[in-house]
């Protein structure tokens, strides 16, 4: 991974709210086989699933990843699973990308000034948005439940759509992806 990009993770998340409760999240990505074990000594941070490898292809040269942590490495691929009461905005804080309008599809400058909890406010058009209706560019993401994929540079792995499919049955909504970089 190239170091200029600090720590930057895979995030998986349902398009819409999601009313699954912690256990029931983990419960069913150890089903699948996304996560194993859970790391002793962190919360709801997780071993990668013996069908990982399945569901998330990565992209170039074959990669030197780090399933297992060790003395002598500090970064490894490992699973984070964030669960949260509201929905929540995850942006990339190393490689932003303004959002685009759902509506203009313009990009939004300045967005940070133009954002509430839920919205976005569009100058070119006039429009308030809700924030998971804009176009976070592969860059961002707004839900309650995210599934994070430690230790991958942006385009350097993609998610299988068949693990897309999973998580949307899992879930009873439809699932995306993006990158972030901190």
């Not at 790391?39 to 569901?55: A, M, N, P, S, V």
């Not at 990565?58 to 780090?66: E, L, T």
């Not at 406010?121 to 995210?146: P, Q, V, Y």
Request: proline share 5%; aromatic share 12%.
């Amino acid at each position: 991974m190239n170091q200029s990009f600090g720590q930057c993770s895979l995030f998986l998340h349902p398009k819409k709210y999601s009313s699954l409760d912690m256990p029931s999240v983990v419960s069913e990505l150890k089903n699948i086989k996304l996560i194993s074990n859970a790391i002793k000594i962190r919360d709801k941070h997780f071993y990668i699933g013996e069908k990982f490898l399945d569901y998330v292809v990565y992209m170039g040269c074959a990669p030197n990843i780090q399933f297992k942590e060790s003395p002598d490495n500090e970064k490894f691929c490992f699973i984070k699973i964030h669960h949260h009461d509201q929905n929540q905005l995850i942006v990339s804080k190393t490689q932003i990308k303004s959002p685009q309008c759902p509506e203009c599809k313009k990009t939004i400058k300045n967005w940070q000034d133009k954002i509430t909890d839920t919205t976005l406010f569009c100058e070119h058009c006039d429009t308030t948005a809700n924030i998971e209706n804009c176009n976070w560019r592969k860059m961002g993401g707004f839900s309650n439940l995210f599934i994070e994929i430690t230790d991958i540079f942006p385009k350097e792995a993609i998610p299988q759509p068949f693990l897309l499919d999973k998580l949307s049955k899992i879930t009873q909504t439809d699932w995306v992806y993006f990158y972030s970089c901190h």
